[in-house]
């Protein structure tokens, strides 16, 4: 198993196995390969600088990303007790429906102690995610 794809886990004959990084598909830079180091000197300014992932987006909202992080883990214990962390994009695939669900209780705590706000965030990414990888 590669260090790269160690968090990313599929339900095998023996239980939950690492998952081939070729079945992985995410969003990486126009021209640029998925699973494969690039120190910055061989990226492009430009392309660094399009994606401020860290300035742009965990320095904006780090406590929003905590709390998204904690929907991760509580969905993965609600639907996969005792398995490791992974999302089963099997389970919901109506992202946008359960996104208003939620958002009608944005102010309220949701069953399990969890703000219907941070589950609209959950949802709003999980839709932008599954709409990137349908769109490549």
Known sequence: MSKHNKHYYEKGRNGWVPTSTADIKM????????NTPYNMQDLEIKCRKDYPVYTGVVKYFPDALMEV?????IGNEQHHAGEPLHWDKSKSMDHLDAL?????????LDDDGVLHLAKVAWRALAALQTKLEDDK
């Open 27 to 34: 969003s990486v830079p126009k021209g640029l390969k998925f």
């Open 100 to 108: 208003f669900r939620h958002l009608i209780e944005a102010d309220d």
């Open 69 to 73: 992080s904690r929907v991760s883990r």
